[in-house]
């Protein structure tokens, strides 16, 4: 596992680092001992960095985090995110006293006195042009609540604007094989003033494991199976947007450049890790044979110019024209 700087805080981060969304709720059914063996194998394989938030499983992936910290000794980092438990999507929801109560139950959850990165959970773009909401972050790090903020973003716009608050350190956005605009005018942006990028939905929500098919059965609790139109948030959360038929297809274009030896989900990985300005990319996982899968990219030697020039035709033929104009 090779390490990358994240932001300004010093941290030496994970490459492939884990999120615990799968482990929380929203992906069908999960097994606590399963989650938290995966948990444990995310440890043994070099990974030091879990993505969570409060919502996911309404706390039941923070109190698995804070297992984990109890059952190893190895220090490792954990970044939540607050705004999701608001009742309404409102900018005066983002108040520093809703954030303060939000992080006292993630301090809750995870039975510490400080989290490690607190990132707004992708709020309504209107925040972002609230400096109060980021002065409110500042007095948390100042009363020892939080160490470092971020957000996580929907939408390159909102990276931008997010990064002229001094005080934030990453960028969560989701960036893969089917989503390339952030690389073109906020990763150097983002470089230029040492903020952090973490890569979310990194497997397209799976689609890019290659282990996918159109007969696939997603349980109705899985927002793979109800939320491909974006019934109950950005639709770009699942699948990355991607209309699920052409992700197959593409996918079988893709599966044409696989480098020898290796599974589509690590060459999925290897792409993205092939931009300097992302710090991890975050893939989900629920099973240990996963994480093992997964931390493997990082041991990929670099891809062929070729593949990449390849990867970025088949996303400016099939598609850019209803990806780009969106997120
Ligand atoms: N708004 C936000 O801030 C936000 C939104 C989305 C995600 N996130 C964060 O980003 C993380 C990653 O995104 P994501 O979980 O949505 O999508 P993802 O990482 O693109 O896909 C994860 C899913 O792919 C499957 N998978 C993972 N590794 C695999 C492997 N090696 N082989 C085969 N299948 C594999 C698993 O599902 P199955 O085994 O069930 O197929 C897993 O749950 C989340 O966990 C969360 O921490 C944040």
Known sequence: MKYRELGRTGWKVSEISFGAWAIG???????????????????????????TADVYGDGRSERLLARL????????????????????????????????????ASLRNLQTDCLDL?????P???????????????????????RHYGVSVRTVEEGLKAIEFPGVQSVQIIFNMFRHRPAELFFPEAQRRRVGILARV?????????????????????????????????????????????????????????????????????????????????????RPSQVEDNARASDLPPLADATLQRVRELYDSRLRNSVHPRW
């Open 124 to 146: 309504p773009t209107e925040v972002y042009y609230r400096p109060e909401v980021f002065e409110a972050l500042d007095r948390l790090v100042e009363a020892g609540k939080i």
């Open 202 to 286: 990194p497997l397209a929500s799976g689609l890019l494991t290659g282990r996918m098919a159109r007969a696939t059965k997603f349980t109705p609790d899985d927002h793979r199976n109800f939320n491909r139109q974006g019934a109950l948030f950005d639709r770009g959360e699942t699948f990355s947007g991607v209309d699920y038929d052409l992700g197959l297809e593409l996918v079988e274009n893709l599966r044409e450049l696989l480098p020898e030896g290796s599974t589509m989900a690590e060459f999925a990985l290897r792409w993205i890790l092939m931009f300097d300005a992302v710090t991890c990319a975050i893939p989900g996982g629920k």
């Open 118 to 122: 607190l990132q707004l959970h992708c």
């Open 25 to 51: 709720s929203m992906w069908g059914q999960v097994d606590d001992s399963e989650s938290l063996a995966a948990l444990h194998k995310a440890l043994d394989v070099g990974i030091n960095f879990f993505d």
């Open 69 to 104: 910290r109890k059952e190893r000794k190895e220090p490792f980092y954990i970044a939540t995110k607050a705004g999701r438990r608001l009742p309404e999507q409102t900018p005066e929801g983002y108040s520093a006293e809703n954030l303060t109560g939000f992080v006292e």
